[in-house]
DNA sequence: TTGTGTGAAACGATTCACAGCT
DNA sequence: AGCTGTGAATCGTTTCACACAA
């Protein structure tokens, strides 16, 4: 801390909110679709409705770009659109490689909306020496090998990770080597990398257990508004013993038997499914 | 809406803050992996590591599902993995169904790591009748006529759609009268759904955005730092000279020059590349 | 002595509510 | 009369820092 600035020096300096950030897209997509209906003008409330939020935090988000909107209007929908592409940085193209084109890999290759804006895939890479050659949405496949020479020669900046777990990291290494600056990872690890470097992740695992704890909560509370008086229905989450998992059991589970001393290692171990659990997916990561 | 409880009635009731749900399957994937090396403990410091987080947050995330640890040893690997899944809802399992089996939802149904936690594909539904009785990843597709059917007699409450943009809003509706309580959804649309029910999205498209957002910043630092006092170092093609835009612009004066009449019209038509822009992807979303 | 568990402080994001422009 | 733009209030999350248990 003492030590002047740390990692990620000034980066967030000039700055719009990044929770504003990740939500342009999502104005951007809506102001295209009423574009394209030629609609002139929309007020923050029915822009706000299209992208699934509420209007003040629309209007708060559009303040950070500055004041694009006309009062007692709305907005300029093409204004706008030309502005948040602007800001986002897509009116310049950016070429992307795609790193590992198994079942994912080649989803992604023939993504459409890819190269609808201003991304554009410059190729193609995988380590398999017999995918090398093949073509994936109409584009050969290129081997690993070249990875460095491709990634120059082209000035890609943006790469993305569709390979197995167990290889991420060390493509994300070569790929940082070679100058890219910014990877999206669909492979299910973390992955370290140097300051400067953007990581963003998509990870349907996790998206599904964030689902399933949701889930799960709802069928609790159902049986706790149905089953009376419970003991533990909704009870203090004190840290007491038992208490502090009342809607886990939802169907007939015994609670009783679901929290034990910190050395029911026995238990533990049951749980965990023997099956083949492996870390690294088969081929598909995400 | 304002019935009674609103919407999202208690849901947050007795709880586990959000952000740190989102943390669990990462803390989860973390210690799988130290319990496949059968390391017995680890201290916060280096499970954070691990995940990618700093142990203060890691800490005070366990903190809310209880006391779990021992002060001056650390955490016990399989106990914490088994209380996680436990908490996650991991412990049962969840039939899951895919909608849309095109480039993405075929790479999903083959994805390993799916049914290696407590899912279970049950099974993929597509709307085109050629699809209908072919196999992807070892499972007949079913034809969308069948859904509701499918839905009720597997029990499934989380559904995943990966249909064309077109068609989600429509397969949303239908899974919820069916009963589906949980959605991930990789179609790029705002999914509108009845209260009591948890959306999830997945969207390639704005994670590259957000990703050419920063790519951009990180250029236009570069050149300024490089280029001493440029006016628009960024690139910016638009007279958009908002290079200082003060975070808040708080003290009133406007910097005006900054921003031309919301009437630029022609800027912003020629901005758009003209070229099939569509909404709707091909056939894979994300 | 070590490393957890947690109040309290700091920070960031969202929502409120209204002044001010059109 | 209407709708944006934004200070101020609120809420949630992260970080700090240290008492306390092993």
Redesign the pocket.
């Known amino acids: 801390?003492a030590t002047g600035r740390t990692h990620r020096p000034a980066t967030?300096s000039r700055g719009i909110?990044?929770?504003?950030v990740a939500r342009l897209p999502l104005y951007l997509r809506a102001l295209t679709a009423l574009s394209e209906r030629s609609v002139p003008t929309?007020?923050?409330?029915e822009l706000a409705a299209a992208a699934g939020?509420?209007?003040?935090?629309l209007?708060?988000d559009?303040?950070y770009l500055g004041?694009?909107?006309?009062?007692?209007?709305?907005?300029d929908v093409e204004y706008l659109v030309y502005q948040i592409s602007r800001e986002l940085g897509l009116t310049q193209d950016w070429p992307v490689v795609i790193v590992g084109i198994g079942n994912l890999g080649a989803a992604l290759a023939n993504y459409g909306g890819f190269s609808a804006r201003g991304f554009r895939v410059a190729a193609l890479i995988d380590a398999d020496p017999a995918m090398a050659g093949k073509p994936v949405a109409g584009m050969p496949v290129q081997h690993t090998d070249d990875l460095e020479k491709i990634i120059s020669e082209n000035g890609v900046s943006i790469g993305v990770i569709a390979t197995p777990a167990g290889a991420a990291q060390q493509v994300s290494e070569r790929l940082i080597a070679a100058g890219v600056t910014s990877i999206l990872n669909f492979a299910p690890t973390v992955l370290s990398v140097p300051d400067g470097v953007d990581v963003r992740k998509v990870d349907l695992s996790i998206e599904l257990q964030i689902l399933a704890f949701h889930e799960q909560r709802k069928a609790g509370e159902e049986a706790a508004a149905a089953g009376s008086a419970d003991a533990d229905a909704d009870g203090a989450p004190d840290?007491g013993a038992g208490a502090s998992d009342g809607a886990g059991a939802g169907t007939g589970a015994a609670p009783a038997a679901a929290l034990m001393p910190p050395a029911g290692r026995a238990a533990a171990a049951a749980a965990r499914k023997g099956g083949p659990d492996g870390d690294v997916p088969a081929v598909m990561p995400a």
Chains 1, 2 share one sequence.
């Not at 929309?42 to 409330?45: N, P, R």
């Open positions: 801390m967030r909110p990044e929770a504003t929309v007020s923050s409330e939020v509420n209007s003040a935090k209007r708060k559009f303040s004041s694009y909107g006309t009062r007692g209007v709305g907005y840290a």
